[in-house]
């Protein structure tokens, strides 16, 4: 498995719940930056969410923060995010990408990443 692969995506309900995870492959097992993004269509891809495996450390868009919690399960060699109060306005595809340092700024910045998944599709209904 060379690209990071997204997972957990499907269709729910407003006020529902889903935990999308992205499985980190070899190539991208030991970079520090997991990041998650989102497009809707016919927007650009925006920030989510992001964490540094080596400090702990969390980042979120002010849109999703105290909905959404990003987390490392090292055991399944995941990154997860769990995703709750989901509103309409969340629908989406979202993409996990890496990046090697952490930095507050460039966690949130698309093209600061290198490693891309495809996309899990993500839809609320009203």
């Known amino acids: 498995q060379v690209q990071p692969a997204e997972s957990g995506g499907g269709l729910v309900q407003s006020g529902g719940s889903l935990r999308l995870s992205c499985a980190r492959s070899?190539?991208?097992?030991?970079?520090?930056?997991i990041g998650w993004f989102r497009q809707a269509p016919g927007k650009d891809r925006e920030f989510v969410a992001a964490?540094?495996?080596?400090?702990?450390?969390?980042l979120y868009s002010d849109s999703v923060k105290g909905r959404f919690t990003i987390s490392v399960d090292d055991a399944k060699s995941t990154v997860d995010l769990q995703m709750n109060s989901l509103k309409p306005e969340d629908t989406a595809t979202y993409y996990c990408?890496?990046?090697?340092?952490?930095?507050?700024?460039?966690?949130?910045?698309?093209?600061?990443?290198?490693?891309w998944g495809q996309g899990t599709q993500v839809t609320v209904s009203s």
């Open positions: 990408a890496f990046q090697s340092a952490w930095h507050r700024i460039s966690a949130r910045v698309l093209k600061a990443y290198d490693t």
């Open positions: 964490i540094s495996r080596r400090l702990s450390t969390t």
């Open positions: 070899a190539r991208t097992f030991n970079r520090d930056v």
